[in-house]
Nanobody, 117 residues
Framework: QVQLVESGGGLVQPGGSLRLSCAAS????????MGWYRQAPGKERELVAT???????NYGDSVKGRFTISRDNAKNTVALQMNSLEPEDTAVYYC???????????WGQGTQVTVSS
C-alpha cells in the first residue's frame, strides 16, 4: 500500500497563489505517474495535472499557463504551484499516484482550496 498525504490548501483571494504538496510513503517500488485532480461541489472529479517519472507533464485545459506541476523522484513528492487563481478553481484537490508493479492508482484524502474575496 502507498499512502499519500496532501498539504498546502486554504483560502486565497482571486488572482492569488497557492502551492500544494503531496508526499508518498509506504510500499513504494517505483511510482510511474503522480498528479493532481480536483472535485468541485456537484461536479465530477477532473484532471488538473500529471507528471511522469521522466518529467513528462499533462495539464487540464482550464489550468494551462497558470498551474505548474513538479516532482522529486528521490523524495516521492509532487507539488502543484497554482497562480492567477480564479473562483472556478475552488475545489477539493486530490493527489494521485500510479504504481505499475501493482497496477494500482492511489489517492490522498484531499485538501480544500477556496478562491474567494
Amino acid at each position: 500500500q502507498v499512502q499519500l498525504v496532501e498539504s498546502g490548501g486554504g483560502l486565497v483571494q482571486p488572482g492569488g497563489s497557492l502551492r500544494l504538496s503531496c508526499a508518498a510513503s509506504g510500499s513504494i517500488f517505483s511510482i510511474n505517474t503522480m498528479g493532481w485532480y480536483r472535485q468541485a461541489p456537484g461536479k465530477e472529479r477532473e484532471l488538473v495535472a500529471t507528471i511522469t517519472s521522466s518529467g513528462g507533464t499533462n495539464y487540464g485545459d482550464s489550468v494551462k499557463g497558470r498551474f505548474t506541476i513538479s516532482r522529486d523522484n528521490a523524495k516521492n513528492t509532487v507539488a502543484l504551484q497554482m497562480n492567477s487563481l480564479e473562483p472556478e478553481d475552488t475545489a477539493v484537490y486530490y493527489c494521485n499516484a500510479y504504481q505499475l508493479i501493482d497496477a494500482t492508482y492511489y489517492w490522498g484524502q484531499g485538501t480544500q482550496v477556496t478562491v474567494s474575496s
